[in-house]
């Protein structure tokens, strides 16, 4: 069921006072910053088809980005429950976690992790958070909230030249960067009970995002359950899943395949599989909930083949035939293979219906 076009605004307006009025804004913005752009009034050439870009009535900037993110230890950690969704990434020996009540508030953490500068960028309507580089072409930029949508999913803006960007097709989809692919880095997303465990001495996104926000309160009413609520048109269904079902989406080239939660409801389960002509290795559990995938390659070449780690270490999800210690991030942390990478895979979590709407021809397991 899609919304009509009478209740969509309603709710519209329902989100968009709630995100904004939650709490008043501790650095307003200057003004002029907020403003709406129409669609038609955008460049002309658009990379998707322009008559199915929707404005979702926020206006550019009206969902503020965190440009100054502020992390505290796990332990100083207090707003989050057991089961909240949290988003994390490893850069060298640094690890950060973004809780999802945050990213739905936000969507967009601009940062900047040793040399790496870094967007995570989350979209509450379709379920994904990817991290990308922000320095294109040797220019760093900065990415804001457009407050376009193509299928449900967020468009996010570089400051710098207003190029709009899908952020699932991964692609500038309008503006001077049309065409531009950007560079991806992989993001394991899992509860924050797991996160706990497996990464004790990480960073964690904390609440001082220099806005007044009531992030226990989850603004998006029953969205997340009610598997036939969409605000927005999409371009195809498929009805092989519930359309809010998560699971992980693998990209190859124009070639995507789904891995649902619902097979990985009994504990971990993996599979060295190949896909698109990559040798690959799947790993997740739903009760954890996290779901990874990377190519069973190393940095050196070495084909590998896995299975799932029964030992007691937390940070360990898999081991390889020779008996090397593998973690969440595809990293060999101990045995002959210490210090190894996987090579990464684009791959991300994100709802059926998304994936479905943003490519048609997938395939699932």
Known sequence: MTFTL???????????????????????????????????????????????????GTGRDGIPSIDNPDFSSVELIDFLEDEDLVVGIKVGDQVRAYPH?????????NDQIEDLYVAITYCPLTGTAIAWNRKIEGEVHSFGVSGLLYNNNLLPYDRSTESNWSQMLLTSVNGPYTGQKIETYPLVEMTWARWKV???????????????????????????????????PVTNEDIRFPGKHRGLGILVGNQAKFYGFRHFNEGRRLFNTEFAGRDIVVIGNMEENFLVAYRRTTEGNQLLRFSINTDDDPQVIMSDEGGSKW??????????????????????????FSWAAFFPQIQTL
Request: charged share 15%; aromatic share 14%.
């Open 101 to 109: 009540p945050i990213l739905d508030y936000h969507e967009i953490v």
């Open 198 to 232: 497996m990464f004790p001495n990480s960073e964690v996104l904390n609440t001082n995002t220099g806005f007044d926000r009531n992030y226990a309160i989850y603004p998006y009413g029953p969205y997340k359950t009610n598997h036939d609520q969409l605000l927005f």
């Open 6 to 56: 009478c209740d969509r605004l309603i709710l519209i307006v329902l989100i968009f006072a709630l995100i904004i009025g939650c709490g008043k804004n501790t650095e307003p913005f200057s003004p002029g910053t907020v403003t709406t752009p129409k669609v038609n009034e955008m460049p002309d050439e658009w990379l998707i088809p322009q008559e199915d870009v929707y404005d979702g």
């Open 327 to 352: 973690n969440v991030f595809g990293e060999a942390v101990s045995g002959p293979m210490q210090g190894a990478r996987l090579l990464p895979i684009t791959s991300y979590i994100g709802y059926w």
